[in-house]
């Protein structure tokens, strides 16, 4: 996290956030979404990874995320180490939809706990596309359980319809430490005036 510095008589928080699972389960999407307030039926696939930053009000601060959209193709997966390290939070995403991207985020939360380097490292699950719950794969109890058992948090949500997107985002940065900077005491000696000396008497 940067400094804190005033904005209006607020303090302003900085936190690296990475956006981390499968190709496919949404991830450009929740970003879009959350971000911009857009939704495409067909977002394209990520190449790489993509930045973009919001900021937002929590009761007397501004928090601003610089938030990492990671790509899922198995091709870019060594490079997203660069991506997680320095972050103070991880969002790992999975399709309600699909099992096996479940499996897949369940190894991301593995290897962020061993990997990231941060002890304190605000881990969050969601589960995307809670729109179609009637092609619903994995059951929100089980997701729920394993979020418990792992200490992090869990969360459906869907980028389509904007359901938890904010929410999300909002307990991430709740769970967030502030460090503020500490307040600095100023000393203020009173100048006293200079004696008049016999030398400066100029009218005698
Ligand atoms: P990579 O960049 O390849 O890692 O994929 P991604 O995780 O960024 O997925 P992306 O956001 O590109 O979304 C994949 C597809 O799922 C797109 O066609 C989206 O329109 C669709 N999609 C994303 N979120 C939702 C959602 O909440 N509901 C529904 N119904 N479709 C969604
Ligand atoms: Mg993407």
Redesign the pocket.
């Known amino acids: 996290m940067a400094t804190s510095p005033e904005v209006n008589g607020a303090q302003l928080f900085k936190y690296k956030i990475v956006l981390l ?1 499968e ?7 929740i970003v879009q979404r959350y971000v911009r307030d857009q939704f ?7 190449i790489g990874a993509a930045f973009m930053s919001q900021t937002i009000k929590i009761d007397s601060d501004i928090v601003k995320f610089d938030i990492w ?1 990671t ?3 198995e091709r870019y997966h060594s490079l997203t180490p660069m991506y997680y390290r320095g972050a103070k939070a991880a969002v790992v ?1 999975y399709d309600i939809t699909n099992r096996v991207s479940f499996a897949r985020a369940k190894n991301w939360i593995t290897e962020l706990k061993q990997n990231s380097g941060n002890p304190d490292l605000v881990i969050a699950l969601a589960g ?2 809670c ?2 719950s009637m092609n619903r794969e994995v059951p929100k109890e089980l997701a729920e359980e394993y979020a418990k058992e792992t200490g992090i948090l869990f969360m459906e949500v ?3 319809t904007k359901e938890n997107i904010d929410l999300i985002f909002e307990t991430i940065a709740r769970r967030l430490p502030r460090i503020r900077a500490p307040v600095v005491p100023v000393n203020i000696t009173p100048i006293e005036a200079p004696k008049p000396t016999s030398e400066k008497k100029c009218c005698k």
């Open positions: 699972g190709t496919a389960v949404g991830k450009s999407s495409l039926e067909h977002q394209e696939s990520t959209d790509a899922g193709q995403i995307n596309k729109d179609l869907s980028a389509k």
